[in-house]
């Protein structure tokens, strides 16, 4: 009885994480932020406006690469990307438009000045 029960539940723990596996959302770009400022940066994905998801935290005077799904960078469409500083006398950033393109490696430098920020992206092609 106890093997069976045992069984069962090895069972259930391997169905559960197939589930989970492609209930995924695979990446489509990606976005480096190079954060020269001494302030930790919160990064957030804005479509028409609106903020969409968190991607994470940038630290001061650090890089991260962050993952975007299709849903954080639909086709035919145009992204911001905001940097949101909680310190008191930090600045939140807003990135220039951006058309989305699949495969596209986007490249954000915020700099130590606030008003001094480039985003570039580059595309890879996939044929």
Known sequence: MKALFAALFLLVGACASVMHTSEETPA???LTVH??????????????GYKG??????????????VL???DVPLQATVQFLAASFKRDGHSVLSDPVVVQRGATYDWKLFATPGHEVITASYHSTH
Do not use: C, K
């Not at 954060?35 to 028409?48: A, C, F, K, L």
């Not at 998801?53 to 962050?66: I, K, M, P, Q, Y």
């Open 53 to 66: 998801r968190r991607l994470g935290t940038v630290s001061g005077l650090n890089s991260a690469t962050f």
């Open 35 to 48: 954060n020269q400022r001494s302030e930790d940066e919160t990064i957030y994905v804005m479509h028409d």
């Open 28 to 30: 489509v770009s990606l």
């Open 69 to 71: 799904t299709q849903l």
